[in-house]
């Protein structure tokens, strides 16, 4: 059969790696400048006199404004040129950096954080582009598998450095840290292959108006579910129709923008028009299930990741230092997943690599809601976030393989883009689902068991407003009742109630996410029986290749 092999599964030559240097300390400058600004909270909070929620609107429009225009980003930089379009995004964001530093006011925060996920957005797309223009095969594989590992890479940094920073020299040092980090990406990135520009790429600009309206109509709506309220309209509700609340409404006015956004693309495609997303991305069933497959794990993943500190500081009730390094072993096993699952690719095809992954995240949830104690130094709660770890790291790395080996090299722009604008709004509606079911959740557990307490009598409870139930540590709770007329024991009895409804919301939270992380498993089985290594070979070829046409047998081999 060696006459017949396909010129795609000769052994590849291996590549220089300097590209993907470039493209993992370019993926850490932008990740860790997000995950600073968290660690560095408290530290901003005081210098500027400003309430931490300022801090986390910051972080906010920097996410939304990424998402908003990642898809325009794509194309201006198959315009203009990637290498070039990355440098002009790589120095204005280390402007951005600078002015964060420099910040003497929250609305300077703001603006400059908003400016840096604009440029990301610019930044995002052109990294996949430098992997499908320097890699291939297992190379590209392994590349893809180094870029995914360099997110959770960049909180370990941020977690330690900036941690260290905040406490020490000050806050401001870790964002003049990414400044100079800005300045090696720049002068690295000369060495990096030209990319031509493509000037005949017309850019569909009511198509990019549609998509960024629909996701920060999205992202507006499920990061308000919670505080605004899920139905009828809370207190903390920027405004209300009828008494509804506008989270649920955004939401609704979001998923129509998506449905007009699609429709569009699809009215442009037949009329051969130039589209601001191309939809041969997901053409297929296949490609289509590797997207579902990807949002699942990324709801569940980003659901987990509010969760675990939310256990550590609230029930364990540890300070965000210590939460910082609670969650290195998690953290750092989805570093490793997601640089060694490339080795199991010339094995294992997507489909059956994605389910086993998605058993094991659900193991790992499984086993953290079944041994989650008021105690943290616990060696399966440990274990149980290092199976979560390795179980997420290996699939979000295999489902960005998978859908950038399906695509044609000249639309690596486009998956790049449609990665970051999946990864963006699954894990707003992972965070906000998760919180919006563990208080609901809470607020149950604390209604029904206040009805068994008889030393909690109704006429303290009626001086507590339980219809504004969430996670509170024992402090709080202590000052909340230090304003009623709860008697010594109440209070004993008050706070070791809360105790048990926060840990037991938290329990059913975590098996709530394992039930969904097992329904990836639907969408994981009709990703492709592919090896992800093999795919650009037979597109670059020129033929159109049904999914269920992209299997090479062992014989081909």
């Known amino acids: 059969m060696t006459e017949s092999k396909p010129e795609g599964t000769l052994r590849e030559v291996s590549t220089s790696w300097l590209p993907l240097i470039v493209v993992v300390l370019t993926q850490i400058q932008a990740s860790f400048a997000v995950n600073a600004l968290t660690v560095s909270m408290q530290g901003i909070t005081t210098d500027l006199d400003t309430p931490a929620t300022s801090v986390g609107t910051a972080i906010t429009a920097g996410t939304f404004a990424m998402a908003a225009f990642i898809l ?95 406490s020490t020299i000050g806050w401001r040092w870790s964002f003049v840290l990414i400044v100079g980090l800005a300045a090696v990406n720049l002068l690295l990135s000369f060495r990096l292959k030209v990319v031509p520009a493509q000037p005949e790429v017309r850019i569909d600009w009511v198509g990019a108006l549609l998509a960024a309206g629909s996701i920060i109509l999205l992202s507006f709506g499920f990061s308000g579910l919670n505080s605004w309220g899920v139905l009828m309209a809370t207190p903390d509700a920027p405004f209300a129709l009828f008494g509804l609340s506008p989270a649920p409404v955004l939401i609704l006015f979001g998923a129509l923008g998506g449905q007009l956004f699609f429709r569009w693309l699809r009215k442009r495609k037949a009329e051969h028009k130039p589209q601001i997303f191309d939809l041969t991305v997901l053409k297929s069933g296949s490609e289509r299930a590797t997207t579902f497959a990807m949002s699942v794990m990324l709801f569940v993943g980003t659901a987990a990741n509010f969760l675990i500190p939310l256990y550590i500081q609230i029930v364990q009730g540890r300070s965000s230092f210590q939460t910082s390094i609670a969650v290195i072993p998690y953290t750092l096993s ?31 949830l499984t086993l953290l809601a079944f041994t989650i104690r008021n105690e943290w130094e616990q060696f399966l709660v440990v274990l149980g976030l290092i199976v979560l770890g390795l179980g997420q790291g290996a699939i979000v790395a295999l489902v960005f393989n998978t859908l950038l080996s399906a695509a044609p090299k000249s639309l690596a722009g486009d ?7 999946v990864h963006n709004i699954s894990g707003s509606v992972g965070i906000a689902v998760a919180s919006v079911f563990a208080v609901g959740v809470l607020g149950s557990l604390i209604t029904v068991a206040t009805v068994d307490h008889p030393e909690l009598p109704p006429g303290l409870i009626s001086q507590v407003d339980l ?14 009742l230090a304003r009623t007329t709860a008697t010594l024991p109440q209070l004993d009895a008050a706070i070791a109630l809360n105790e048990l409804a926060r ?27 592919f090896r992800p290594g093999e795919i650009p070979a037979q597109l670059s070829s020129g033929r159109e290749v049904d999914s269920d046409d992209r299997r090479l047998s062992d014989s081909e081999m």
């Open 415 to 421: 998956v790049g883009a449609w990665r970051g604008l």
């Open 334 to 364: 989805i570093f490793l997943a997601s640089t060694l699952v490339a080795g199991l690719y010339r094995r294992f095809p997507p489909r059956t690599l994605a389910s086993i992954g998605f058993v094991v995240v659900a193991a790992g």
């Open 467 to 480: 219809n504004n139930v969430n996670f509170i540590t024992n402090e709080q709770l202590d000052a909340v």
């Open 503 to 529: 840990l037991q919301a938290l329990k059913a939270s975590m098996l709530a996410l394992a039930g969904i992380a097992l329904l990836g498993i639907v969408p994981a089985s009709r990703m492709p029986n």
């Open 72 to 166: 325009l980003g794509a194309k201006i930089g198959a315009k203009f040129g990637s290498r070039r379009v990355f440098q002009l995004a790589i120095i204005v964001h280390g402007l951005a950096m600078a002015a964060v530093a420099a910040s003497i006011s929250p609305i300077m925060l703001f603006v400059a954080q908003a400016a840096s996920g604009a440029v990301i957005a610019l930044i995002a797309p052109a990294l996949v582009v430098f992997i499908a223009a320097n890699f291939r095969g297992e190379q590209q594989a392994r590349a893809i598998g180094y870029l995914a590992a360099a997110i959770p890479a960049a909180g370990v940094l941020a977690l330690l450095i900036a941690g260290t920073f905040a």
